[in-house]
C-alpha cells in the first residue's frame, strides 16, 4: 500500500553526529525520506499530500530504546526501595506468573504510548507473550525488534524453544516494520546445555541475540564460581560472539571481557534501572569508551519511565559526576551514541539521507523548558520533555501530531486502569524461576 507523501518544509535538520543544517525541504514518500533540498533552491515540482510548517523546529532521526521490556509498564512503580533480588523474587516474578495476555497486551501498548511521545521511533523489546507483544507493535505503528524471552533454566525450555521458532518464522515476513532476535534471559538463567541449544537455534536462523549480561556483581561472581569465567567468558563457549550480540547493560564488564566482544556486539546501557536498584559502579564507566553502545530503558518497573533520552542525560550526568570532571561524556558524543541504536537493527534506519526510512521527530524547542537555547542537541539532552516532541513518524506514518498522540489513549489509560486493578486484586503467584537462586 502506498503511504502519503508529506513536506516538512524549512526544517533545521539535526545529522547523527550533531551538526545542523538549516531551511531544508524533507519530503517523504512511500515510507521514506524521497528528497531533502535546500529551501531556497527547492523549485516547488514535487508535491506532497501534506506540509508541515517547520520553520522553527528541529528534525532528527527518530529515537531507539534498545532494551525494554514494554509490557511492564503495566508495573511502573510496583516494586520501589527494593535490592536486585527482591526486585525479583518478591515482587516482578510472582506478579508476573499471574499475567494474563490482556495484561501484557495493554502494557505494551502503554509502554509504546510512552515511548512514541517521547520521539522514539523503534525499540528492541523482550518478553515473553510474545503474540500479545506484536498484537500490540502491530495495533499503534511503532517499528519493534521482538526478542521473545527464553529461560534456559525451565525444565520445559526445549518446548518454548521450538514455540519460539515456530513464532519467528511465522511472523518474521508479516511486515518491514518488525524484526527479531534470538532473546536467552541472562547467562545466569540459561545453564550450558541449554544456553548452547539457544545460540545454535540463533544460528540456525540467522539471527542476532538479545540478553541479559553482567547487569549485576553479583552475577558475574555467580559465573566466576559456577564456570570458573565471566558472564562474556560464559557466553564466548557456545560461539554467541559469532552473532551480532545486543547485550543489555553489561555494567559490570571487565577489562579482559573486551577479548571476547567483536564490532557487531551492542550494548544496551540503561543507567536510571542501576541508580534505582543501587547496581553500584561497574567497569562499563571505565570501559564505555571502547564499546559500541547505545541507550535501553529496561522495564518501567525498574526505570519508571521509557524514554531513552533521559538515560542518556543520566549516563552523562552520573559519567560525569563519577569522572569528577566535567569534560567527560560531551554533549555530541552522547547524542552520537543515542542515534547508535539504530545501527542494532536491520531496519536501515538512522540516516537522514534519501532513500532511507521516514523515522522521524520533529522537535520544537520553542518552550519554556528549553528556551533560551545555544545549541539544540544540548536543549535535547539536557533539557527536553516529551513535551517537546512535536511530531513522531514511523516510516512515513505520523504517531504523534501537533504534540498530542494519534492513538485513542483515553480508552487506553481506561483499558491500563483496570488491568491495574486486577492485577492487585489477583496478588502475587509462585514464580516458576528465581533470581541468583
Ligand atoms: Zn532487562
Same mark, same amino acid.
Given at each position: ?19 545542523v ?7 517523504t ?20 499530500? =501534506?506540509?508541515?510548517? !517547520? ?5 532528527? !532521526?527518530?529515537?531507539v ?12 512503580g ?17 506478579y ?33 507473550m510474545? =503474540?500479545?507483544?506484536?498484537r500490540?507493535?502491530?495495533?499503534t505503528?511503532?517499528?519493534?525488534d521482538?526478542?521473545p524471552t ?5 525444565p ?19 511486515s ?13 538463567? !540459561?545453564?550450558?546445555?541449554?544456553m ?9 536462523m540467522?539471527?542476532?541475540l538479545?540478553l ?9 561472581k ?12 560464559y557466553?564466548?563457549?557456545? %560461539?554467541?560472539?559469532d ?16 577479548k ?9 546501557f ?29 522495564g ?9 533520552? =533521559?538515560?542518556?542525560r ?12 566535567g569534560?567527560?561524556?560531551p *554533549? ?37 523548558? *528549553? ?5 539544540p542537541v544540548?536543549a535535547?539532552?539536557?533539557?527536553s ?5 512535536? !511530531?513522531?513518524?514511523?516510516? %512515513?506514518?505520523?504517531?504523534?501530531r ?8 483515553? =480508552? ?21 524461576? %528465581?533470581?541468583?537462586?
Open positions: 500500500m502506498k503511504k502519503g507523501s508529506v513536506l516538512l518544509k524549512c526544517a533545521a535538520l539535526i545529522f547523527g553526529d550533531g551538526s543544517r538549516t531551511r531544508q525541504n524533507l519530503y514518500e512511500d515510507g521514506r525520506i524521497a528528497a531533502i533540498v535546500d529551501t531556497d533552491s527547492d523549485d516547488g515540482s514535487r508535491q506532497a499530500d =501534506e506540509v508541515i510548517d !517547520c520553520s522553527r523546529y528541529f528534525v532528527t !532521526c527518530g529515537i530504546n534498545l532494551h525494554a521490556h514494554t509490557a511492564m509498564n503495566i508495573f511502573k510496583i516494586a520501589e526501595d527494593v535490592k536486585p533480588d527482591q526486585w525479583f523474587n518478591d515482587m516482578i516474578f510472582p508476573e506468573s499471574k499475567m494474563t495476555p490482556q495484561d501484557v497486551y495493554i502494557g505494551t501498548k502503554l509502554g509504546i504510548a510512552e515511548m512514541i511521545n517521547n520521539g522514539v521511533t523503534a525499540v528492541a523489546d523482550h518478553y515473553f510474545e =503474540e500479545e507483544v506484536l500490540a507493535v502491530k495495533d505503528g511503532i517499528r519493534a521482538l526478542a527464553v529461560f534456559g533454566a525451565s520445559d525450555y526445549r518446548d518454548r524453544l521450538a514455540q519460539v521458532r515456530a513464532f519467528i518464522t511465522e511472523h518474521e515476513k508479516d518491514e516494520l518488525v524484526e527479531f532476535h534470538m532473546g536467552p534471559h541472562a547467562d545466569y538463567t !540459561c545453564p550450558p546445555q541449554a548452547g541449544d539457544i545460540v545454535d537455534a540463533a544460528k540456525a540467522d539471527l542476532p538479545h541479559h549480561l553482567a547487569e549485576e556483581e553479583a552475577q558475574v555467580i559465573a566466576l564460581e559456577k564456570y570458573g569465567v565471566t558472564p562474556f567468558g557466553m564466548e563457549r557456545f %560461539g554467541a560472539f552473532l551480532p550480540v545486543l547485550a543489555a547493560h553489561g555494567l559490570w564488564i571487565r577489562e579482559d571481557d573486551l571476547y566482544i567483536k564490532d557487531d556486539t551492542m550494548f544496551a540503561c543507567p536510571k534501572t542501576y541508580m534505582k536498584l543501587g547496581s553500584g559502579r561497574g567497569g562499563f564507566f571505565d570501559l564505555y569508551d571502547k564499546l559500541n553502545y547505545s541507550f535501553g530503558t529496561d518501567a518497573a525498574s526505570s519508571n519511565t521509557v524514554n531513552p533520552v =533521559e538515560q542518556a543520566l549516563f552523562a550526568l552520573l559519567g560525569k559526576f563519577l569522572d569528577d570532571d569534560r567527560t561524556h *554533549t555530541e558524543d552522547m547524542w552520537k551514541h543515542l542515534m547508535n541504536g539504530h545501527r542494532a537493527f536491520r531496519f536501515g534506519t538512522g540516516y537522514l539521507r534519501e532513500g532511507a526510512p521516514a523515522d522521524l521527530v520533529i522537535w520544537d524547542l520553542n518552550m519554556p523548558d *528549553t528556551m533560551a537555547y545555544y545549541h544540548t535535547i539532552l539536557y533539557s520533555t516529551s513535551a517537546n516532541v512535536r !511530531c513522531t513518524m514511523v516510516a %512515513g506514518e505520523i504517531l504523534k501537533d504534540g498530542k498522540l494519534v492513538m485513542d489513549t483515553e =480508552e487506553l489509560l481506561r483499558e491500563a486502569s483496570e488491568a491495574q486493578q486486577a492485577l492487585i486484586a489477583r496478588g502475587k503467584g509462585k514464580a516458576n524461576v %528465581g533470581y541468583l537462586r
